[in-house]
């Protein structure tokens, strides 16, 4: 395995313990799940995934978390970059409470969200004569995902944000560009590919979550129903066949997911690298 | 050409981020509206649900409060949710050591896709995380009737517990130190080997010192999601009153039992949790940032 020689000790012994706690804790549970997956037949297994409860809770999950995260990504632009560029009491304290939704147990967040957005809530009293239900409604669960996603965009625009080079857009500047055409021109290209691994993160968080959604959606079949509670429904009712089925997929939807957002990031490190050499 | 030294003067102004020509700023009416925009933003988002938290949690008095968070069962959930943290929290912390020392010290091949593997209880959704070990050790799981014959069990009992939130919070501290470790290099545990240091006293006494703050925010981080985990805890507990409620569970209970005030008293424990979690965070990233100053 080894192939520089490093005079330091130790890499037996460390790779060791890394590799047989990762084997023991991560991937011999997940291989028996894709195991377990193998053995149901085919019928059994896309009688499952493909149900039509089960579509409805697909649409949902990444319908939701598509708009949450389109939210988020336009809204965390807002946030990192007022954050980072201007000065303003408070600036510190709201910048601290960003990694709020990190912080906060998903349940609090549920439960909360809910009796706010809730008929009798503080928000809810607003909206409900305008005719707008949010608790127990698809706009719920979009709701909850927003707050779970907020962080991811806002965490990965602000270093890029503050590495920019205030010089290019100086240049731009100094040749006649207005500021709204500097920002388009200039700075956004150096911006996207933060923009969208941020805008990938919070989606695929989305994509898997739980505790924040099951107490605003109201967990209606085939209406406010979310992929993972699916899941967890059919655990109860002993349904192991259904559960690890869409398990599975899902499972595989964000594998494929933390792949792409790799890649991503791969791709924005390059960029960066590129646009730092070449100024 | 007259604006040309005033141009190179605003250049060589001392603070770039705020500079004060019309076409390098946005104009203040924008400046206000997007500053308006976010804060509104993070107002909606952020600090409402942190008051209904504690507002809620004292609707019913400071009476109820206090005995819905001096409750027996209100108290057996805290003491497994602290018990599955101190479980969780130093493996982890020293599994995620381990691994940053044999990523971030040697060259070998396949590290890409180790690094890769360390990150993938994050893409794992926490209800299918549960899943796994249901379908490990459950009544129908491959193990199943191996436990039965021993009478041991693991999923609806603590054990589960355990396992569930040490798999989800598997990678906080591992990614923390490898990027950490890499761009410290070797140097300094190099010139103590040669200097006569013993391997563990090199750790001990070079890199421990280093990586520390590092190390503690892994730890800070790690140990607010150990604690309020909710959906993988949820698969695997069983939601069995005063033996495997943690406390996120113990919320959920409260909560769909009407018991609204109850509920939001415990939750805002977890609350008082997440605000310390951040400050923590704050100072830990205001010393690191000092130090990279300084360095």
């Given at each position: 395995m080894r192939r520089r020689r490093s005079v330091l000790p130790g890499f037996g012994l460390t790779l060791g313990v890394t590799l047989v706690y990762l084997s023991l804790l991560v991937l011999l549970p997940l291989a028996g799940l894709f195991l377990r997956s193998a053995s149901l037949s085919a019928g059994e297994f896309f009688s499952a995934v493909a149900s039509p409860r089960a579509l409805a809770a697909y649409r949902l999950s990444f319908g939701a978390s598509f708009a949450a995260a389109s939210v988020n990504a336009v809204m965390g632009l807002v946030v990192a970059w007022v954050l980072v560029r201007y000065r303003f009491p408070g600036r510190g304290l709201a910048d601290a409470l960003v990694d709020l939704p990190f912080a906060l147990p998903t349940a609090v967040a549920g439960i909360t969200l809910t009796s706010l957005l809730a008929k009798t809530g503080w928000l809810g009293r607003v909206l409900e004569p305008l005719g707008i239900q949010v608790a127990y409604t698809p706009l719920g669960v979009a709701v909850a995902l927003t707050f779970i996603g907020l962080p991811f965009v806002v965490r990965t625009l602000q270093p890029v944000l503050q590495d920019l080079d205030p010089e290019i857009e100086e240049a731009a500047a100094s040749l006649g560009a207005s500021r709204w055409l500097t920002f388009r021109r200039v700075l956004f290209p150096g911006l996207w590919p933060a923009l969208v691994t941020g805008f990938a993160l919070a989606f695929a968080r989305a994509v898997g979550e739980y505790g924040s959604v099951v107490f605003i959606s109201?967990?209606?079949?085939?209406?406010?129903?979310?992929a993972p509670l699916l899941i967890v429904t059919k655990l109860e009712q002993y349904d192991y066949a259904g559960a690890t089925a869409i398990a599975t997929t899902l499972l595989l939807i964000s594998f494929g997911l933390l792949l792409g957002i790799n890649a991503l990031q791969r791709f924005g490190s390059h960029r960066l690298s590129g646009a730092g050499e070449a100024s | 050409m007259s604006t040309r030294p005033a141009d190179w003067t605003l250049a060589a102004a001392p603070a770039p981020r705020a500079p004060a020509s019309s076409a390098l700023a946005e104009p203040p009416w924008l400046r206000r509206l997007l500053t308006a925009a976010a804060l509104g933003f993070l107002g909606l988002f952020l600090v409402l649900p942190l008051v209904t938290v504690f507002a809620e949690a004292f609707s019913k008095g400071v009476g109820v409060y206090l005995d819905a968070i001096s409750d027996p069962i209100a108290l057996a959930a805290v003491r497994l949710t602290l018990l599955v943290a101190a479980i969780s929290v130093p493996a982890n912390a020293a599994f995620g050591v381990a691994a940053a020392w044999a990523i971030a010290k040697f060259e070998f091949r396949g590290k890409a896709l180790l690094v890769t593997a360390i990150d993938l209880p994050f893409a794992v959704s926490p209800v299918v995380a549960g899943l796994i070990f249901v379908l490990l050790?459950?009544?129908?799981?491959?193990f199943g009737p191996w436990l039965r014959e021993h009478d041991l069990k693991i999923i609806f009992a603590v054990p589960g517990i355990v396992l569930a939130t040490t798999f989800i919070t598997f990678p906080f501290v591992a990614r923390e130190l490898i990027p950490l470790m890499q761009e410290q290099g070797s140097e300094e545990e190099e010139a103590a080997l040669s200097l006569g240091a013993s391997g563990w006293q090199t750790f001990r006494r070079v890199t421990l010192p280093n990586i520390s703050l590092g190390l503690l925010y892994g730890i800070v981080l790690l140990n607010a999601r150990a604690m309020g985990e909710f959906g993988a805890v949820s698969v695997v507990s069983?939601?069995?009153?005063?033996?495997?409620?943690t406390l996120p569970l113990h919320v959920e209970i409260l909560y769909n039992e009407y018991q609204s005030a109850a509920a939001f008293a415990a939750a805002s424990l977890l609350a008082l949790l997440a605000l310390l979690t951040l400050v923590l965070k704050r100072i830990l990233e205001w010393r690191m940032g000092r130090i990279a100053r300084a360095a």
């Open positions: 109201g967990n209606m079949p085939g209406r406010t129903e979310i | 050790f459950g009544a129908q799981g491959i069983g939601h069995i009153r005063g033996v495997t409620n």
